[in-house]
């Protein structure tokens, strides 16, 4: 005999899904509602994020490429990146930031770019506005490789990260 208190017990539809306003799919109608759902404020931030990792994964090819096109660009005519990327080869003439280790990626974390000693410079691609803000997000990492090859900086150390972190933003 089934327990009546027992909500497994209970027939019926199983419950609805919370409805967070996002629509699937990548069709421009689609996109279109899900546009006009975000501006009529009838998408719950739940759903804003599900649409913004939707359309992050649909266009991952372009924003790579575009994101490509403003790092080699960067890399000839900015005279930000050409500063500190001589700078950089001053400290140690093995160590050139380039194309090969400036790598445009989808990020699934929102942030804009990060470096790493082993790897090199992460920029976001899916963050990135336009090529001033590539611009940008170069250069702050760049302080970052500098200060690390300058400074030895250690990633255990709050007040080492604290100062490349006041470095970067200037």
């Known amino acids: 005999m089934a327990d009546e208190t027992d909500p497994s017990s209970t027939p019926g539809p199983p419950p609805a899904p919370k409805d967070n306003g996002f629509i699937p799919g990548d069709d421009g109608w689609t996109r279109t509602r899900n546009w006009f759902r975000i501006l009529t404020k009838r998408m719950t931030a739940e759903g804003m994020e599900e649409y913004r990792v939707t359309m992050n994964k649909l266009h991952e090819e372009r924003d790579c490429r575009k994101c490509e096109e403003h790092r080699d660009f960067?890399?000839?005519?900015?005279?930000?990146v050409r500063f500190l990327r001589t700078n950089i080869q001053n400290l140690s003439p093995d160590s050139d930031i380039n194309s090969t280790n400036i790598r445009c990626r989808?990020?699934?974390?929102?942030?804009?770019?990060?470096?790493?000693?082993?790897?090199?410079?992460?920029?976001?691609?899916?963050?990135?506005?336009?090529?001033?803000?590539?611009?940008?997000?170069?250069?702050?990492?760049?302080?970052?490789?500098?200060?690390?090859?300058?400074?030895?900086?250690?990633?255990?150390?709050?007040?080492?990260?604290?100062?490349?972190?006041?470095?970067?933003?200037?």
């Not at 960067?74 to 930000?80: F, G, N, Q, V, W």
């Not at 989808?106 to 590539?134: S, T, W």
């Open 106 to 170: 989808r990020c699934d974390k929102r942030q804009n770019g990060g470096f790493e000693p082993g790897y090199g410079i992460l920029i976001c691609a899916n963050e990135m506005r336009n090529q001033g803000h590539v611009e940008d997000t170069i250069a702050h990492e760049m302080v970052h490789a500098y200060d690390h090859l300058r400074f030895k900086v250690e990633r255990s150390n709050l007040r080492h990260q604290a100062c490349t972190e006041v470095r970067g933003k200037k």
């Open 74 to 80: 960067l890399l000839k005519y900015s005279p930000i």
